[in-house]
């Protein structure tokens, strides 16, 4: 799970990390007086004379799509707030679809002197938490690391022990900092270390981080990641969750618990289990044709389950056919049966639907999909399933 920018500087607030001040604008009527009235409080507040208006969507590279914006005036700021908000934003992380800006965040302009690039992420290839930090503050951390692999510095934290104050000095110490800056350095740090566990974060990314003119460091953007394994105790991080930022087949997926992501191809996949879900979609590629999504029902699946998982594949345009692969374990093969017949008839299947099981209650499935009466493909193997299916597409 993602959320916006400026749900990210709250949360980080409250581990005592200091983000600039800002204020939200959300879609609707008087989208420039809003903005204008939200700029005027922060003025008030803060005495500043420069703000930033920023798109809120889920991906980087919104400033070189156009949107970020830095004004002078709380009429420029009006003026942007309307620019930006409704604007389709594409990006290398949006994809040529772009995302549409439902919300714009306007924020208290920064004196920066120095930019740095933080994040603190979960390694497996240590099985430990691992803080990162980087002078190239602004840059995409890949890019850096197959740039300039010497300009990552990483503390590698035990989490039995947690953060310590030699992790916080060790990154100062490679970002250049002085001594007063390292002691500020060393308790952000710690507060954002505090945030990603507490909060079950699988990513936190500070970029860029930066050092004020007059000698601050403030988080000047931030990106979160939740462990989704996790959510069902972060409860204020599930109200964050804004459905308008996610693919709608996405959204529909999680109400059902499948599995689901959705891909370029033409044959949709219908799979019990990521690993045989995987290899489903290699030998598809290996025939010829490209999945057109990921979806796993997991090994307790039901005859209604199967029946959303049909109707979120079929909500795809590119879906010219389908194959449903299914190993009956904990899950019988004659229910998935029964939840193909359903879904077929219940939605006037068009396309090829090609299907093969295999294990418990095999016989019985098969039978079931024999005397059906509707068109449906049976396959002996994944081989043969995958050729039939392919086929299907290209005939």
Do not use: F, Y
């Given at each position: 799970m993602n959320i916006h920018e400026y749900q990210a500087k709250s949360l980080l607030k409250q581990f005592g990390v200091a983000v600039p001040e800002g204020r939200l604008v959300e879609e609707g009527a008087n989208v420039g007086q809003r903005a204008k009235q939200a700029a005027t409080e922060l003025q008030s507040?803060?005495?500043?004379?420069?703000?930033?208006?920023?798109?809120?969507?889920?991906?980087?590279?919104?400033?070189?799509?156009?949107?970020v914006?830095?004004?002078?005036?709380?009429?420029?700021?009006?003026?942007?707030?309307?620019?930006?908000?409704?604007?389709?934003?594409?990006?290398?992380?949006?994809?040529?679809?772009g995302k549409v800006v439902h919300k714009v965040w306007i924020e208290v302009g920064s004196s920066i002197a120095k930019e740095f690039y933080l994040g603190i992420v979960v390694d497996r290839a240590y099985s430990q938490v691992v803080m990162m930090a980087s002078t190239e503050g602004g840059m995409e951390i890949e890019e850096v690391a197959e740039k300039s692999p010497e300009k990552i510095i990483k503390a590698v934290i035990d989490p039995t022990t947690g953060y310590q104050a030699f992790h916080g000095r060790k990154l100062a110490h490679a970002l250049g900092l002085d001594k007063?800056?390292?002691?500020q350095a060393v308790q952000f740090f710690q507060g954002i270390y505090n945030c990603f566990m507490q909060k079950d974060c699988s990513l936190v990314e500070i970029n860029p981080l930066i050092l004020?003119?007059?000698g601050k460091l403030f988080a000047l953007d931030a990106k979160f990641n939740f462990d989704d394994n996790a959510l069902y105790r972060q409860k204020d991080v599930v109200e964050m969750r804004d459905l308008q930022e996610?693919?709608?087949?996405?959204?529909?997926?999680?109400?059902y618990d499948l599995a689901y992501i959705a891909l370029d191809g033409s044959i949709g996949c219908m799979v019990n289990g990521a690993g045989l879900a995987m290899a489903t979609m290699d030998i598809i590629k290996l025939h010829g044709e490209e999945p057109a999504n990921f979806l796993d029902v997991g090994g307790g699946a039901t005859k209604e389950k199967v029946t959303q998982a049909f109707k979120i594949i079929l909500q795809d345009p590119k879906v010219k056919a389908i194959l449903v692969n299914i190993f009956g374990g904990i899950m019988k093969c004659d229910v998935i049966a029964e939840g193909v017949i359903a879904a077929a008839q219940e939605l006037k299947l068009t396309v090829p639907l090609v299907v093969r099981l295999e294990g418990t209650n095999v016989e019985k499935g098969k039978e079931l999909l024999a005397g059906s009466g509707l068109e449906i493909t049976p396959a002996d193997d994944l081989e043969d399933a995958a050729k039939k299916v392919v086929a299907a597409v290209k005939g």
């Open positions: 507040e803060c005495g500043n004379q420069v703000w930033v208006v920023k798109a809120q969507i889920h991906a980087g590279g919104r400033g070189k799509a156009g949107g914006k830095v004004c002078k005036s709380v009429d420029e700021v009006a003026t942007a707030a309307e620019e930006i908000m409704g604007k389709t934003l594409v990006t290398p992380q949006t994809g040529p679809e007063d800056q390292t002691r004020t003119t007059d996610e693919n709608p087949q996405d959204v529909e997926a999680s109400k």
